[in-house]
């Protein structure tokens, strides 16, 4: 296992919003975190992160226990995340935002990455010295998805990719992150469209008031009778 994570708990002050979860990504696999909002799956990228502290609990990547490590450290052990929103830096470039990604890399390989993702996501090379912010909204999440692969990263996660754009941009990045998985990448993916998220994951958790409630592939979280009431709309 690439990531493991055990018996976490968060607490924002005294309220408690993640209670006791267990769960695993392996190398190679996408795995989704699906449920409501407020269930808690943004919180727990948060604490994988290091953006919020653990209150208790075990976060272990790549064989280190990296519970409550620096987010600066996580990402230099490769841990990368595409945040909900975009998050990209408004007043600089599109090139600059790239190479932000890479800030925390010294080796010689940035110029041909940033061709690479330059390649993939060819409208960022038309917009490269266009102001992030004035992009439209599925160019911002191209944008922040080949920033966080500027980092190198081993594990990628997403929060909530799709938010706020467009079904055909959507689908759009529903195919970015396959493609990023056909490339051999791990993938940790908060996903507020469940059906997108289960057809996308090798393993999907339910989330449920800071609870893990259901686990197993995504083909069987898509044909389990809760999940398709409640989430999936038919």
Known sequence: ???????????????????????????GECVALIGANGAGKSSTLKAICGLVPAKAGKIEFDGQDITNWPG???????????????QVF???????NLRM?????????QT??????????SILRERAKQAAGTLSGGEQEMLAIARALMARPKLCIFDEPSLGLAPKIVAEVAHTIARIKQMGKTILLVEQNSLMALRLADRAYLFEAGEIVLSGTGEELQSHPEVVKAYLGH
């Open 101 to 109: 990604g890479a800030y925390a890399r010294s080796d010689d390989q």
């Open 90 to 96: 408004a007043q600089m470039s599109t090139l600059q």
């Open 1 to 27: 296992m690439m990531l493991r994570v055990s018996d976490l708990r968060v607490s924002y002050g005294p309220i408690e919003v993640i209670h006791g979860i267990d769960l695993e990504v392996g190398q």
């Open 112 to 121: 041909s990455d940033l061709d690479e993702m330059m390649d993939m996501f």
């Open 72 to 86: 600066h450290a996580i990402v230099k052990a490769g841990i990368t995340m595409c945040p909900e929103g975009r």
